[in-house]
């Protein structure tokens, strides 16, 4: 059973491009959660998803940054115009419920550097 | 709303030492607890986890008993090895938030020879 998958592994982008991040869950498993990691702190929550629907946005930047799971194909995590603070490692976790437990999965990460 | 508090870091020590990294929590409902592990441009992996109260997780050596009464999952190792250098993480998630985590900011242990 293969892991989560995240590509690209590493992200170049310039000032003002567009990056997209894709992230492939574990076989089976219907949630999708993304974290942001920046340099030297811990991850932070951005959005959970489910199939076709976001569930909880909350850590969200309100501009700029959109997420979607569609129902055929990898979730995927979009930053528009981005900004040298937006370099940070993307990670990508997929769960399922076990009795009272989520159990999250992660990837292996995106490393976006904006120059 | 939920939080994770981490002992502060770096924490070095010498192989075969022994190991405590502290966690505390907050939490409004019965969160599930975790420890993980990232090593050096990797992503986390699962550790170590308990569901429960009084449930005791373990791991290649690591162990971390969930306590209720002191809000608090400790990550003890007996005997360290070099290979253990890494960042670790507490977390708890939060059924009745679908398992969103809420991670502490990480412990870097270092372990020397």
């Known amino acids: 059973n293969a892991g989560v998958m995240q590509n690209p592994r590493h992200l170049v982008r310039r000032r003002g491009q567009e990056a997209r991040l894709r992230c492939s869950p574990m076989?089976?498993?219907?949630?999708v959660y993304w974290y942001r990691q920046l340099p030297e702190e811990g991850l932070k929550f951005m959005v959970y998803?489910?199939?076709?629907?976001?569930?909880?946005e909350s850590g969200m930047p309100k501009e700029r940054f959109s997420a979607e799971f569609p129902k055929e194909g990898p979730s995927i995590l979009r930053i528009q115009q981005v900004v040298r603070g937006d370099s940070a490692a993307y990670f990508c976790?997929?769960?399922?419920?076990?009795?009272?437990?989520?159990?999250?999965?992660f990837g292996p990460g995106t490393r976006l550097t904006v120059t | 709303g939920n939080s994770v508090t981490q002992m502060e870091g770096p924490v070095t020590l010498s192989e075969e030492a022994f190991l405590t990294i502290n966690c505390t929590y907050t939490?409004?409902?019965?969160?599930?607890l975790f420890w993980y592990v990232q090593y050096p441009g990797e992503g986390l992996q699962l550790l170590l986890k308990a569901t429960k109260a009084d449930d005791k997780g373990s791991n290649k050596g690591f162990e971390a008993t969930y306590r209720k009464e002191t809000t608090s999952f400790h990550l003890e190792k007996g005997s360290v090895q070099v290979s253990d250098s890494a960042v670790y993480f507490c977390a708890l998630s939060d059924i009745s938030n679908a398992g969103k985590s809420t991670f502490g900011d990480g412990t870097t242990l270092t372990v020397k020879p």
């Open positions: 998803l489910q199939k076709e629907n976001i569930i909880d």
């Open positions: 939490a409004t409902g019965y969160p599930s």
């Open positions: 076989k089976g498993h219907s949630h």
């Open positions: 976790a997929s769960s399922r419920r076990q009795g009272f437990s989520y159990e999250q999965y």
